[in-house]
C-alpha cells in the first residue's frame, strides 16, 4: 500500500482516461474513507453527487459548454480564483499555464484550441465519473470557513483515488458554472456547488498527462520560527 508521502507525490492532474468505468464499491470505499476528513465542529458540510452515467455527464458538460458558447462567462455560487490577480501568484498561474500550452504545442496566442482545451473541463477529459461537491448554501451566508473543510475532503478524494490506482483533476471550471450545474442535476435548492473531481484510469499514453508544474522552493511558502 502507498504511503502518504507516496500518494502525495505520484498525484498530479489527468486530463485524459480511459472509457473505463470506476467500479461503485472503490467510489464508496474512497468516499467513506474521505467522509473521515475533519471539520469544524464536525460539520461535514459536503454534500456529493458521484456520477457515472453517461448521459447525464453528457447532459451537464453540454449544458456548461452551451452556454460559453453563447457569451455566459460564469454562472455561480462562488467565486475561485482572485478577481485582481497579484504576484507572486499571476506569476505562477502564467508558468503553469504556459508550461502545459507548450507541452502540447499550443501557441499562447492560440485563444481557439485554448478555449477547445478549457472546454474537454466539460467533457470530463474522457473520465467516466465525476464528483460533485456541493454545500448547504446557509454555509456560505456570511463564512467561508466551510470551504476550508470542503478542501481537506477534496485533498483526502484525491490521495485515496491513488490508493486505487485512480486519478483525479480536481475542477474549478465547474465551480463557475455551479448554478448551471445544481440547475441541470436538479438538486435541492439548498445546495451550492463548490467544485467537482473528475476520476478515473488516465490515459498513460496521453502526452497531456505527462504534465507536472513544479512547485516553488519551501522557504518561499514556509518561515520556520
Ligand atoms: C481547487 C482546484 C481547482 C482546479 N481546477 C482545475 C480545472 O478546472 N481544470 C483543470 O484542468 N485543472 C484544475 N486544477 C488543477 C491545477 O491546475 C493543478 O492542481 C495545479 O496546476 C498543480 O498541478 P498538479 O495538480 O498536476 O500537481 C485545479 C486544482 C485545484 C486544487
Not at 83 to 104: C, D, E, F, Q
Amino acid at each position: 500500500m502507498l504511503t502518504v508521502t507516496q500518494a502525495l507525490k505520484s498525484r498530479s492532474s489527468k486530463r485524459a482516461y480511459l472509457p473505463k468505468p470506476v467500479p461503485r464499491d472503490i467510489q464508496e470505499k474512497i468516499l467513506a474513507a474521505a467522509a473521515m476528513t475533519p471539520s469544524g465542529a464536525n460539520m461535514q458540510p459536503w454534500v456529493t453527487y458521484a456520477i457515472s452515467d453517461k448521459a447525464t455527464l453528457d447532459k451537464v458538460g453540454g449544458a456548461i459548454i452551451k452556454a460559453m458558447d453563447e457569451g455566459v462567462i460564469n454562472d455561480q455560487f462562488i467565486q475561485y480564483y482572485p478577481v485582481n490577480w497579484t504576484n507572486p501568484y499571476k506569476k505562477r498561474r502564467i508558468v503553469t499555464g504556459s508550461g502545459l500550452y507548450k507541452l502540447m504545442e499550443v501557441d499562447r496566442k492560440d485563444d481557439a484550441t485554448r478555449l477547445e482545451m478549457w472546454k474537454d473541463n466539460f467533457r470530463w477529459f474522457g473520465a467516466q465519473t465525476v464528483f460533485f461537491v456541493f454545500t448547504d448554501k446557509a454555509n456560505i451566508d456570511g463564512a467561508e470557513g466551510l470551504l476550508l473543510d470542503c478542501g481537506a475532503y477534496m485533498q483526502s478524494i484525491m490521495l485515496l483515488a491513488r490508493e486505487y490506482d485512480l486519478h483525479t483533476c480536481p475542477q474549478g471550471s465547474t465551480t463557475e458554472f455551479g448554478k448551471i450545474i445544481a440547475r441541470e442535476l436538479n438538486v435541492p435548492d439548498n445546495l451550492a456547488l463548490l467544485y467537482s473531481i473528475v476520476i478515473g484510469y488516465p490515459d498513460e499514453d496521453a502526452k497531456i498527462n505527462s504534465y507536472q508544474p513544479k512547485r516553488v522552493n519551501l522557504d518561499e511558502s514556509v518561515t520556520f520560527i
